[in-house]
């Protein structure tokens, strides 16, 4: 099969690669980019572990072609960090313990950005509705919607 050339911008950087043309976004981004941070979970648009954003909106990139995202934009949890520092999402992650084995956080968060940039004071149900395609087997999503609310918080407090 011949491969398919993509050129797309993958966390604010134009990449160019070649791959299988029948590969999901999921595939392309861990087995042609390196980038691992994108969790494989069910493979059948179920679980959210595979979140990214696309354009800035959320999408489960085990549904996406890597073909379909031509010219596009892509963020992954890879590049949410500012340098040395974390995210505002990833620190209150760590201090109210919305990630424990850490498998459904890269999307979880995905999702809660899309949230924020869209809507910077969300109510609790807000944030669990957004977050609702994100299965997690840890947490008992308790934390995470606090993650996200004090996440919320620390984004106001920064932009004052
Ligand atoms: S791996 Fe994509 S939704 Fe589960
Ligand atoms: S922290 Fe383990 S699945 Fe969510």
Do not use: W
């Amino acid at each position: 099969m011949k491969p398919h050339r993509l050129a797309m911008s993958v966390n604010g950087e134009k990449v160019e690669t070649l791959f299988a043309p029948y590969k999901t976004l999921l595939e392309v981004l861990r087995e042609d980019l390196a980038l691992t941070g994108t969790k494989h979970g069910c493979e059948l648009g179920e679980c959210g572990a595979c979140t990214v954003l696309l354009d800035g909106a959320p999408v489960l990139s085990c549904l996406v072609l890597g073909m379909e995202c031509e010219g596009r934009s892509v963020q992954t949890i890879e590049g949410l960090a500012r340098g040395p520092d974390l995210h505002p999402l990833q620190a209150a992650f760590a201090d109210f313990g919305g990630s424990q084995c850490g498998y459904c956080t890269p999307g979880v968060i995905m999702a809660a950005k899309a949230l924020l940039e869209t809507n910077p004071s969300p109510t609790r149900d807000q944030i669990k509705e957004a977050t609702a395609g994100n299965l997690c087997r840890c947490t008992g999503y308790q934390q995470i919607v606090d993650a996200v609310e004090d996440a919320a918080r620390r984004l106001k407090e920064e932009a004052r």
